[in-house]
Every structure is written in structure tokens, then in C-alpha cells.
């Protein structure tokens, strides 16, 4: 048995848990399964797309998880959805600010729970949950759940826990009833919509409105070297996260990182066009990096890099009184990133692994090369 605690819930006179799985107990416990159509037992819906849509899942792996039998209720699984919620689960653990399933999933349990509660009456207690491999079914969140079993060998030692509802051997008719009525959902705001807000409009946090500005800019500015490429809100085709960007970019103005008062005002207004002149520099310093496939150089982490050294190039700018959006300036303050740095240095199977990057220590790099632009000993 495997114990969790929870809390034990009672509504219209049916009897439910709100409980915490960790993420290796969801792997082990919960079966995935669809509704077969005829003699065909396909499991997943949409093609695996080949080398032209790079992906982390291993669809063969994954399609072997997934049972199909004419018992089942759940459609076939989508592959799209596969892969964008494993990027999203992965632009979580990069940010580290958000969680990649903070709703509950829905399970019901093919056996008996026990609950023993802390006291007699109480409804806290812990759920005992028999060990057996696939005795659990989700009704709500199988997508969820099978991009986290994509996903779980990415997590290594780190604790993940599922919030998730569990019935106690809920009839058949009941739980397809509960799949229908969850499922049909019958309002939905187009994605479209929700990109085209602006930054103001999404957030009340004036620092986070800002770094979605700037986001907004550096994806939709045909100018920008990130043109197209950002993923905003979690919809569109592009491959770069928006979530690290942008709150990398909040910690910067929650922090003053480019001046106080009425200097850090003014900037706010010029930022977006600092940012697009930066990185469109960046991308000329380490133009074949930039533009090659081999490097990660427009990954999370080297992304967050730049824009956390972005105050550094700015007090140069302000040093040598110059216009703080200036193409040319910029240019000249970070050329030295060029020869202290290189392209060679953003090579994905090479120095950028060998060296275990990490956001800081990129940084740090970055920073010695603007303060000892020479190669001055260090």
C-alpha cells in the first residue's frame, strides 16, 4: 500500500480524496488507455512529423504505455498536446517559477482505499492506496499525466508532487458521465485573442507588463533577430520560451536594474527598442552561432544571460554618454564579447556542455568581458 496524506471530502453523498502523488507514483499506479475504434488499436492522433518538428517525447515508447479497448471512454491522445505540454513542463523547470500542473487531475481507483483519519471524524487523514501497477484511470488529465511520464526521466532526484481527486471504485457510468460533462467545455477564448493583449492588459504587475512588452516586441518586430520565434502564452510555433525571458526581465525592473525614478520611467518607455537593438548585436557578434543549428546560443539559459548582463551594457552606454537605444553603440560596448568570447563558446556538443552552463556562469563571462574588454588577466 502506499500511503498519502489527504483530505477527505463528501459532496451530495458521494465520498471523495484530495490527495498529493508524487510523480513516481503517478508514473507507476496510472493506466493510460483509449477508446479502440475497430481492430485498429492507435493510441495517439496526428503524425509523428519526422525531423522537420524537433521533439523530446519518444513516441514509441509512449505508444506502447497506452492501452486501446472498446471499454475505454478517453479519445485518442493528441500528439500536438504531447509536445506542448512536455515544452511547457520543461520551460517550468527552467524558470523555476511556476508549477507545470498546479490543477487537479481527476483518477478513479479500481479497488478499495482505506482512510484513516488523524482523529475520529476528522477529515484529514491518510489515504492508503493499493500498489498495484495501472489500478488507477484518469477521467480528467490523462494528457497531463502521460507528457509527465514523457517527461520523468528529465527530473532526476528533484521532488514533483500531482494534486489529484481520487474516487473510490466509481461505476463505470459514472465516470463516463463525469468525462462527458468535464469535457465538453462550451466557451473557450481563442488563442489569437489572447496574444494580441498587451502587457498592461494581462498583468497588473507594472514590472511583469514591461518584460511582456518587450517579449511582444522582440517576437512580433519583423527587425528583431527573435522574429516569430517566441512561444507567447503558450501558443504560436515558435521555439523559444516566453516564461524566462519575461521574468527575467520583471526581476530587472522590480529591482531598479536600470535606474530609479524618473531615468528608470523613461526607460521603461525606450525598452523595447533597447532590447531589439541588443540582441539583433548580439545575433551580429555571434552571427554564426546565432545562425547555426548546432549551438545554443537561443536556448533559456543563454537568453536569460543576456538580458541579466543587459544593466551591465547599459551603465557602459550611460559611461560613455551615449543614447542607451543606439544600434551603433550598443554594438561597440558588447564587441568585445566577440573576441573574449565567440561562437565557439555557444557550440551545444562542446564547450557549452562540457562547461555544465548555467545561467550565472554565462553571466559572469559576459561581465569580465565588457569589464576587461582587452583580455586583462582576471
Not at 499525466?145 to 471504485?169: K, N, Q, S
Not at 489569437?192 to 522582440?218: F, N, P
Amino acid at each position: 500500500m502506499i500511503s498519502v496524506a489527504a483530505i477527505r471530502m463528501q459532496q451530495f453523498g458521494v465520498q471523495f480524496y484530495q490527495a498529493s502523488l508524487t510523480a513516481k507514483d503517478i508514473d507507476k499506479l496510472v493506466r493510460f488507455e483509449v477508446l479502440s475504434y475497430g481492430d485498429q488499436g492507435q493510441g495517439l492522433r496526428g503524425s509523428k512529423r519526422g525531423a522537420a518538428a524537433p521533439t523530446k517525447v519518444n513516441w514509441d515508447l509512449l505508444e506502447r504505455r497506452i492501452g486501446a479497448n472498446e471499454k475505454a471512454y478517453q479519445r485518442q491522445i493528441i500528439r500536438k498536446k504531447i509536445d506542448e505540454l512536455v515544452q511547457y513542463y520543461e520551460q517550468c523547470r527552467q524558470a523555476r517559477d511556476l508549477p507545470s500542473i498546479p490543477g487537479a487531475v481527476i483518477i478513479s481507483c479500481d479497488e478499495a482505499l482505506r482512510f484513516e483519519a488523524v482523529s475520529e471524524g476528522s477529515p484529514i487523514g491518510t489515504l492508503k492506496v493499493p500498489e498495484r501497477e495501472g489500478i488507477l484511470r484518469a477521467i480528467d488529465g490523462q494528457h497531463r499525466l502521460l507528457a509527465l511520464h514523457a517527461d520523468i526521466d528529465r527530473f532526476g532526484d528533484e521532488m514533483f508532487t500531482v494534486p489529484a481527486v481520487i474516487f473510490d471504485r466509481l461505476p463505470d457510468d459514472h465516470v463516463v458521465q463525469m468525462f462527458v460533462t468535464i469535457n465538453a467545455k462550451h466557451t473557450r477564448l481563442n488563442p489569437s485573442h489572447l496574444v494580441s493583449l498587451s502587457g498592461r492588459q494581462l498583468y497588473s504587475d507594472a514590472s511583469l507588463a514591461a518584460a511582456h512588452d518587450i517579449v511582444r516586441a522582440l517576437n512580433d518586430r519583423e527587425d528583431s533577430p527573435l522574429y516569430g520565434e517566441i512561444k507567447l502564452l503558450g501558443v504560436g510555433k515558435g521555439r523559444v520560451a516566453q516564461a524566462p525571458l519575461a521574468q527575467e526581465l520583471k526581476k530587472l525592473f522590480a529591482a531598479e536594474a536600470f535606474g530609479a525614478g524618473r531615468k528608470g520611467d523613461a526607460f521603461r518607455e525606450e525598452s523595447r527598442r533597447f532590447f531589439v537593438n541588443y540582441l539583433k548585436q548580439v545575433a551580429v557578434v555571434f552571427g554564426a552561432a546565432w545562425n547555426g543549428r548546432k549551438y545554443s546560443i537561443k536556448s533559456a539559459t543563454a537568453l536569460r544571460a543576456f538580458v541579466r548582463v543587459a544593466p551591465d551594457v547599459v551603465q557602459r552606454l550611460d559611461q560613455e554618454h551615449a543614447e542607451r537605444t543606439d544600434f551603433r553603440a550598443i554594438g561597440r560596448v558588447i564587441a568585445p564579447w566577440g573576441r573574449r568570447i565567440g561562437n565557439i563558446r555557444f557550440e551545444t556538443d562542446a564547450a557549452w556542455k562540457r562547461s555544465g552552463t548555467t545561467v550565472e556562469s554565462l553571466a559572469k563571462e559576459l561581465r569580465l568581458a565588457l569589464q576587461y574588454p582587452e583580455g586583462a588577466a582576471v
